[in-house]
């Protein structure tokens, strides 16, 4: 007998691409969405969300995060017992309390899939694990249900300090960046004049810009962006200060130092390698 899985938030892009993975591993699956069409022959669609809850082994919410703690309260009563409740949220911070609360007889999975639904396979991927109740349990239904993926286990506080890092911070650098290259009125003289920085960027800004702003709007609402963002902010005026006024030396003794603390985990040439192979191959 196939194992049930419900999918709340199915017509979304990651909705569907976990419809997808859970058919292809021999799930039934139900959709439920009360936003989007969803699309796909092979997936059961709800009316209701309380109704597509009700019999399932799993239900996974890939619901944006401001909405993710109701509707949590509003099916955890509802759900039958042992199941296990997926939550895919970038931000834990935000849906912890309601996981937490969940009745006894419900399986929270708290986890962050680290990819989008341009992703080919879940192999290597990485997942993040944050443990909700009973830590070794959760990570085992997360395995059972992701065996090909990278595991990384973390509480909620210190995924959301890195994730300002991960996603926050790149985000909103991609943002304004984007902001900015979009009101190039001579964009195709730009592109032609570009190098593969410039490109690698581009092309970086744009694929963010795939992303709904719903979804850009809650990584960047990350409260513990603030402080990487504010020390970001404080050096781009350090810099621009110190070029105006001719401080030459603070200037190339910040990059130093910058290379130096890099070169401690990274080799900076190889770095340079995988771009230029990247941007050669993006450029056939």
Request: include cysteine; hydrophobic fraction near 40%.
């Amino acid at each position: 007998m196939n194992k049930k899985i419900t999918i709340i938030g199915a017509g979304g892009k990651m909705g569907q691409w976990f419809a997808k993975y859970f058919i292809g591993k021999g799930f039934e699956v139900t959709g439920f969405d009360s936003e989007k069409k969803i699309p796909g022959k092979s997936i059961i669609i709800s009316d209701s969300l309380v109704g597509g809850i009700l019999n399932t082994d799993y239900v996974m919410l890939c619901t944006p995060t401001r909405r993710t703690p109701e509707i949590i309260r509003l099916i955890a009563k509802e759900m039958k017992r042992d199941t296990c409740l997926i939550e895919i949220s970038s931000q834990k911070s935000k849906t912890l309390p309601a996981l937490s609360k969940l009745p006894s007889k419900i399986n929270p999975i708290c986890i962050h899939p680290m990819f989008g639904p341009g992703a080919k396979k879940i192999k290597a991927q990485n997942i993040i694990s944050i443990p909700i109740k009973d830590a070794k349990k959760e990570l085992a239904v997360a395995r059972s249900l992701f065996p090909e993926a990278n595991f990384v286990s973390i509480d909620a506080i210190e995924h959301d300090k890195k994730i300002a890092m991960i996603l926050g911070l790149t985000h909103l650098m991609n943002l304004v960046f984007a902001n900015i290259i979009s009101k190039d009125e001579k964009v195709s003289l730009t592109e032609k004049m570009s190098g593969t920085t410039f490109m690698a960027q581009k092309i970086l800004a744009e694929s963010i810009m795939t992303e709904s702003p719903e979804l850009i709007e809650t990584i960047i609402a990350n409260p513990e962006i603030r402080r990487i963002a504010e020390e970001f902010w404080k050096d781009i005026g350090r810099l621009l200060s110190a070029v105006q006024e001719g401080k030459t030396e603070e200037v190339t003794a910040y990059v130093k130092s910058c290379q130096e603390r890099l070169a401690e985990n990274t080799d900076l040439e190889n770095s340079y390698k995988k771009l230029t192979t990247m941007i050669n191959a993006i450029s056939k």
